[in-house]
């Protein structure tokens, strides 16, 4: 018994061995035939790629980029270049393809960067255990470059320093080969081996014959995408773009025009968004509200309405998710009698919203118009909810030929439209025609009625014109940019590394004046309008096309002011002449003495006509463009007085007035309203030592900050009402001769200078030095001036000469070329920046009246200096592709086209 027990336990062991034995042997067949297999590319592609190329031959379809119809649409798109080049570079850094068999090009939101791109490529079976190895040896042989390796997850991955500073990555996984500039991007196929791609179900496949290749996108990761590119949250003026971004979809259309088009919109079962329920039951109507944008609007949306209750309803069902204050608004308009659903009733087709921005302060402006069929309906709706809002501060202000009514209620739009509609503190509204218009501030709806008054409105530029006949019929909804007007504000919501590359291209990126959407029933159509160059008639690339020359009875002095409409100067008995920008006297005016440094174009509210504003001898002068003295003006003071300096800002607390600044010789400094009253604490305030600039002014936190710096290097900042700022005023004991620059980051205040030998600095609001260089350590004995772009204010080079070389100097006082044997005499030095590759210095020698263009990068602008005793003015021509010039020689006023290639 006991000796059968025995054998059952030994034959038990055995079994129990052989099964383990045979489970080891079928785990390294199995083991064997996994390495053997070849992998399905698509084992490979990155989790979180957003778009997949794939090609039989990879190394053509990228170098033929600029040949595909669907990228030649694309390349107008600026960084499409690089871009280009980083795709090229990629694809053709591998020797050879050795195995025939489908290629892929991918782009992922997983790398380093916000985009990145690998490359996977098939192997022959017979080289996969030797091809990295030999690849490496290529590229040290080749490029002599040591490439180095690291193990991860049982993979060698070999990275190679290239050209451009940039890093190639690859390794072999099975069959196939991955390569990429971010090592991120090799990780995720190595770790995504053997599991295939596991959104494919949601990749929508787009088969381009002509070009021979297949292009895959997931809609669903572009939102990826864009939030890597954009800060996690839209300041809140943009706060409606991230809704109505999510509420579209993109999908890839050839046009006959070339222009690539995008044409999808969510299925209601596929993603249940905000604009797809807000759309949800209403049909297209006509765009008709176009012919009240104004022409300061940065973006316009609106919604087609044939449903008007059902919108209602839709956006009701919202608040929830908006604020508590829009529904304790919607209940207390209720509440008080305002019929929601005959108002509802009573909106004719469409709504809309427009969002402007302040110049100054950057502040958003809002603007919300509503088509009603009945207007005096609607006049009475609102009325007897003013009048029971007349004790609560709620007032009405005649403007202009219109009545203007104040709300003091939170969120009024909102609560009758929803949360793209918030941003209203107070509520604003006026009534014109069959419209109900309603704004955040009493500025900006007196800017819009101003704005019809004089037909400043997009339907009246010729540019808009082109997008208005075949994109703006029927919609349900359209949304549209204009680059110019949002670019300031739209840099803002961008990534720091973003704000750096889109800056970089500035000037092509607003050459595309007008970015429109539209969605109707069942499809979306976005659409780019891009300037159209003209064929300039020049004989040859470096000569100047002369646009006019006219001659005036006397010698002309500066050029004062460029306005794009009409340019201003004054010749040597002082007469202050505006001509037009075909150099057309359109008025004179005599005055006393030379204008002060610092002249301003005001667009003041109680006037149709903008304000002209500047200093001459002791007066301060406010005139209109067409010439007339504005009421109350000019002010004089003691003749002993004048002034040198002038610069004009608004009143940070009253958003109907401007303050005028002006700086005698003695640094004795007066501010007066544009009404002619002078504010307290200014009647001056006496600053001790003469000014070498104009005074700045910028505001930060709320607070307005207005910086002087003196000839003896005392930088002084001061609030509205004359007090000094703390920490203040600052001395650093060195002679300044030029111009300051004041800056705004993220709230944060910097003032920076040079003194006339090399000593730089910037300071905060906070009176702190914030950065210090002593230039004439590496340049000695030179003279050095900070110069200013006149375009924006926001960049500055310096300068610094020595004998007959004038060397120009970066922000950080590193050498950016030099101009050798040209200045025997200090020369009036000017900085236009237009943006990248059209950034420009003039040199005005009034000695030999002579000025030189110089590009950033020191290559002259033209053969031969043109002819001018005085500063220039300069201006970009889109439309031209080219530079303006205006100048003045002895009596003449002259303009030339130069052309930008």
Not at 235 to 252: E, M, P, Q, R
Not at 464 to 477: K, L, P
Not at 725 to 747: A, R
């Given at each position: ?22 489970y080891i ?7 064997f ?14 989790e ?6 794939e ?9 033929s ?37 489908k290629?892929y ?24 255990t030797?091809?990295a ?12 470059q ?5 193990e ?12 451009k500073g940039?890093?190639?990555v ?14 991120v ?11 295939l791609y ?49 509420g579209?979809g993109?999908?890839?259309l ?43 609007a ?9 449903d ?17 204050e ?30 402007t ?18 207007i ?16 609560e ?9 219109h ?19 918030k ?15 309603g ?18 409105v ?36 961008l ?10 291209q500035?000037?092509?990126l607003?050459?595309?004046?007008f ?21 300039i008639p020049?004989k ?33 008995h ?16 005599n ?5 002060a ?30 010439g ?14 004048q ?14 007035q ?6 005698d010789?003695y ?24 000014l ?22 005392k ?18 004991g060195?002679?300044?001769s ?14 920076g ?27 000695p004995?030179?003279y ?36 050798p ?23 005005t020698l ?13 290559e002259?602008?033209?053969?031969k200096?043109l ?35």
């Amino acid at each position: 018994m006991w000796l059968r027990q025995k054998e059952d336990q030994h034959l038990l062991a055995a079994t129990l061995a052989v099964i383990g034995l045979l489970y080891i042997a079928i785990r390294l067949a199995f083991s064997f035939q996994e390495k053997q297999r070849s992998a399905d590319p698509w084992e490979l592609i990155p989790e979180s790629s957003v778009i997949v190329a794939e090609s039989d031959n990879l190394n053509g379809f990228c170098s033929s980029l600029d040949t595909l119809s669907v990228w030649q649409s694309l390349s107008q798109i600026p960084l499409a270049a690089s871009i280009q080049d980083e795709i090229i570079q990629l694809c053709s850094v591998f020797p050879h393809q050795v195995a025939e068999g489908k290629a892929y090009l991918t782009v992922s939101t997983e790398g380093v960067k916000p985009y990145a791109f690998s490359v996977i490529l098939p192997i022959n079976q017979s080289e996969t255990t030797t091809y990295a190895d030999t690849l490496a040896a290529h590229f040290q042989v080749k490029l002599k470059q040591t490439p180095t390796k690291r193990e991860y997850r049982k993979h060698t991955i070999w990275e190679v320093p290239m050209s451009k500073g940039r890093k190639l990555v690859f390794a072999r996984v099975k069959d196939h080969l991955i390569g990429s500039w971010d090592g991120v991007m090799v990780e995720s196929a190595i770790r995504q081996e053997a599991k295939l791609y596991p959104d494919a179900h949601r990749l929508k496949k787009y088969t381009y014959q002509q070009d021979g290749y297949h292009l895959y996108i997931d809609f669903h990761k572009i939102n990826g995408l864009f939030h890597k590119v954009f800060q996690p949250e839209l300041n809140s003026s943009l706060s409606w773009l991230k809704d109505i971004y999510k509420g579209t979809g993109v999908s890839l259309l050839q046009a006959p025009n070339g222009l690539l088009l995008a044409s999808q919109k969510h299925k209601q079962n596929e993603e249940d968004t905000y604009l797809s329920f807000l759309t949800n039951g209403q049909h297209p109507t006509p765009n008709k509200l176009l012919q009240w944008i104004p022409n300061g609007a940065a973006y316009y949306f609106r919604f087609g309405i044939t449903d008007g209750e059902r919108f209602g309803e839709q956006a009701f069902e919202q608040l929830e998710s908006i604020s508590p204050e829009a529904r304790a608004t919607r209940e207390r308009i209720n509440a008080l009698g305002f019929d929601l659903d005959d108002f509802y009733e009573n909106i004719l087709e469409e709504i809309g919203q427009v969002v402007t921005y302040k110049e100054q302060s950057g502040e958003a402006g809002l603007l919300l118009l509503c088509k009603v069929e009945n207007i005096q309906k609607a006049t009475d709706t609102f009325q007897e909810l003013f009048e029971e809002q007349k004790n609560e501060s709620a007032y009405q202000k005649d403007y202009r030929s219109h009545t203007i009514f104040s709300l003091e209620m939170t969120e009024v739009p909102a609560a009758l439209f929803g949360k793209l509609f918030k941003g209203y503190p107070k509520f604003y509204y006026t009534f014109h025609h069959n419209l109900l218009v309603g704004a955040n501030s009493l500025e900006t709806i007196q800017e819009w009625i101003r704005s019809q008054e004089l037909q400043q409105v997009w339907t009246q530029q010729d540019h808009f014109s082109s997008i208005v006949s075949d994109q703006y019929g029927e919609s349900t909804f359209s949304l549209a940019i204009q680059t110019k007007t949002a670019w300031k504000n739209f840099l803002s919501t961008l990534t720091p590394e973003w704000q750096k590359k889109l800056n970089l291209q500035r000037r092509k990126l607003l050459d595309f004046e007008f970015l429109s959407l539209t969605i109707n029933d069942s499809t979306t159509a976005f659409k780019v309008t891009h300037n159209t160059y003209k064929q300039i008639p020049l004989k040859q690339k470096d000569t100047p096309a002369k646009v006019f020359s006219k001659t005036f009875h006397r010698l002309l002095n500066e050029l004062i002011l460029l306005d794009h409409q009409y340019i201003l100067f004054q010749d040597q008995h002082n007469k202050l002449i505006c001509a037009d920008t075909k150099g057309n006297q359109l008025w004179a005016f005599n005055l006393d003495a030379p204008i002060a440094e610092g002249i301003h174009k005001l667009h003041y509210f109680g006037k149709k006509e903008d304000l002209i504003t500047f200093a001459a001898g002791n007066k301060i002068y406010a005139i209109t463009v067409s010439g007339k003295m504005h009421r109350g003006f000019p002010l004089s003071l003691p003749p002993y007085i004048q002034f040198e300096q002038f610069m004009a800002f608004k009143h940070p607390k009253k958003n109907e007035q401007y303050c005028l600044a002006a700086v005698d010789g003695y640094g004795q400094m007066y501010i007066t309203h544009t009404d002619g009253k002078f504010l307290s604490g200014w009647a001056p305030q006496k600053l001790l030592e003469p000014l070498v600039t104009p005074p700045h002014y910028k505001e930060a936190n709320g607070k307005g900050y207005l910086f002087t710096l003196s000839d003896k290097g005392k930088v002084s900042a001061f609030d509205i009402n004359g007090k000094p700022i703390k920490g203040f005023p600052m001395q650093f004991g060195i002679p300044v001769s030029t111009n300051g620059s004041l800056q705004k980051n993220d709230n944060q205040l910097s003032f920076g200078f040079i003194s006339d030998e090399g000593a730089f600095a910037t300071v905060d609001q906070d009176g702190k030095v914030t950065e210090r260089l002593e230039l004439h350590e590496e340049f000695p004995n030179g003279y050095f001036q900070m110069v200013v772009d006149e375009i924006e204010q926001k960049k500055w080079l310096l300068t610094v000469q020595n004998g007959k070389v004038l060397k120009v100097l970066n922000q950080r006082g590193q050498l950016i070329f030099k101009v050798p044997h040209l200045f025997n005499h200090d020369p009036i030095i000017q900085y236009f920046d237009f943006g990248v590759d059209a950034e420009v210095l003039s040199f005005t020698l009034p000695e030999t009246q002579l000025t030189y263009l110089f590009y950033i990068n020191g290559e002259p602008v033209l053969d031969k200096p043109l002819p001018s005793n005085q500063n220039i003015r300069m201006e970009y021509v889109s439309s031209e592709k080219a530079f303006k010039v205006y100048t003045v020689h002895k009596q003449k006023l002259e303009a030339y086209l130069i052309p930008n290639d």
